[in-house]
């Protein structure tokens, strides 16, 4: 017992005050900072090092939906036109706000007013795991860790579509998960919510275009939040979640 | 890292080499299909290992790859057979039961028949999307009698856990027999890693299983260094080692706490979880990723260790060391863990080493198999991890594997990163050799990974074949939980902690 009380002590409290002021490291890959001004012509050095294809030029534009946040277009880029920040915030409301042009990254803005009221201090979710690597679902449990305590803010992850608010959906959705995926949404009382999570559930990812999966979350299942990554830090997905309530302002 | 192919003569047309060494193919040159059988036989009783078996197609013709190890002498033996014309084969499953899943999955993938295998059911495909469907039913097997009813749970399970279906058959709470039909997670990586860029590869093959990036990586990289002759500078290889020990400390840590929590002890589960993510944090200041992502490229490392990186793991093993071994001492004090780790979900030794089964798994249950002491490459070739082993082959000793092998990688970790090589982390990558095949083995968290390729006379990949632990071990939770209670599943499914994506690639 005297043992019990020293690890205790010992181990402290390490929740982390969120929101609040967090830096990760330096090298850590985060939101992508354009300059398509410094582009030289018909130089492709990104887009040749991109895996996913993620990449247009003339004018530069970085999709995130696509982007596993490698890093190998910096590297390749001999101008400097696309660097990497350690900034985590990376979640949109639509497709469309994830294609970076240079501009001011447009973050995820709130539900609306009826949404927020159902959900802003109670939101219950099931993940759904359709041909993710493990990656994203890792993230997602350690959200419920000790350090990010996703509980304190409501939300929780629930063992029953019946049961959720909404999905969170991980992978590519194989052809072999669609089926399934399809069941778990339609078993989920409206008004729902649907977060996809991590590049595999946005556009396919690495396995865009294997002709295994529908490369990513498809048509029948509507998006209301798109979390970039691969996999999104523990803390880009509590920011998502969070700003999607409207408890973080979406200039922030 | 060896670049000449190691042969034998007095041993003709079956290939040795080393892990991660290529093998031109000529060395290989094909059997008749006939002599799978002997050459099947010969390998068991010889105790080799199945590494791999998959067909191939360069250029017309059509072969059989066979991929052995044997541990004493540290090599691998490579055998092709002739499938020109052949529609299948005697099964070697009832001789060489390592081979079941690997004669399934050949079957459903080529539609060649291994006859007499007792469970001929497709492994991936899902009947109800195949129009039309390409094999005849195959039903669970069922139990049945007075008392005796089935559970049917996935392939959507009730936590944050990747998807199959297990069919439970069950006389009251006793489970007699478990099925898993997985396949639901499957991607297509292997055409991606014959046919995709090379940028792409290198992605594909880190998100194969993402909580082992860095073990997939390490073997896709190897691989394609082994058939290129490529060098990698020691200082890369050290940097890889660390990586591949912190991935291991990252998830055996992390086990052990998702252990606590399914036995309802949470100081367990709350202080490993938390000690898991310092460890997720060491990777991604190294790598810019929690999981160690985008540190591997064919030919060595993108990021390096700085000083100041080398005292900020030191600085966390000293701290996290000590709370690890409170915490570990503060489960294995408490009874009411005792109680449910002792004694369930026991694997015998002897199906262990009849069924092949690798990592944790097989050295909780007395197999004292390990990559990096059977065939070691990279920095293995230069420092010794010692292998842990445990006989009971329960819940409780694969707890104890993982503790052991945590402290064990600490270890490594604190000796390698205060005496790196000098040097670049980096060069170019040759190109790769025309007409050869290569088998890079890492041991990952879980176990044995195994990627094999082969070129054609262009150089250009014909085939990729990746072998996950994952593949292996499935079957060594379905035997895990014969005769326990249905209650334990969940606990006994947490201690082996499978790939499911693994499995289905």
Redesign the interface.
Known sequence: ML??F???F??GK?TLEFPGEHT??D???GLPALRPELCRDGCAACAE????EAIQLSPLRLDLARC?????CA?ACPEGAIS?SNRYPLSFRSREAMVLDGSEAQLAGALDQRMRSLFGRSLRLR????????????????L????FDLGRFGIQ?V???RHADGLVIT??V????R??LRQ?YEATPSPKIVIAVGA?ALSG???RG????ADGVPPEVPVDLYVAG??P?PLTLLDGMLRLLGRIEAGR | MATRPVLEERRPRTGWLANGTALSLEAVAARPLQDLTAIAIDARDRGKHLIALFPFRDGARARLLLVTGEAMSARLSATAFELEGERGWPSITPLWPEAHLFEREIHEGWGLVPEGHPWLKAVRGHRELEVPPRSPPHPFLRAEGEGVHEVAVGPIHAGIIEPGHFRFQCFGEEILHLEIQLGYQQRGAEELLENANPARRMVVAESIAGDTAVGHALAYCTALEGLSGTRVPLRAQAVRGLALELERVCNHVGDLGALCNDVGYLPGAAYFGRMRGDFLNLLMELSGNRYGRSLLVPGGVRFDFTQALQARVLRTLDAGEGQLRDTFRLMVTTPSVLSRFEGTGVVSKESALELGFVGPTARACGVARDVRTDHPSGVFQFTHVPVAIAEEGDVMARANIRWLEVLRSLRFIREQVSRLPDGPVRVALHPPAPSSMTAALVEGWRGEIAHVVVTDGNGSVVRHKVVDPSFHNWLALALSVRGAQISDFPLCNKSFNLSYAGHDL
Do not use: I, W, Y
């Open positions: 043992q019990l020293k690890t205790r010992e181990q390490r990760l490291p090298r850590f890959r090092s991109c895996p996913t596993l946040f490698c890093g190998a590297e990497f993940q759904v795991a359709a041909g993710d690597c493990s990656g994203c679902a890792a993230e997602l449990t350690a419920g860790n000790v350090v992850f063992a029953s579509p992978g590519p194989t052809d072999n998960m089926f399934a778990a595999c990812g690495p396995f294997s002709g295994h999966s691969c996999p830090h």
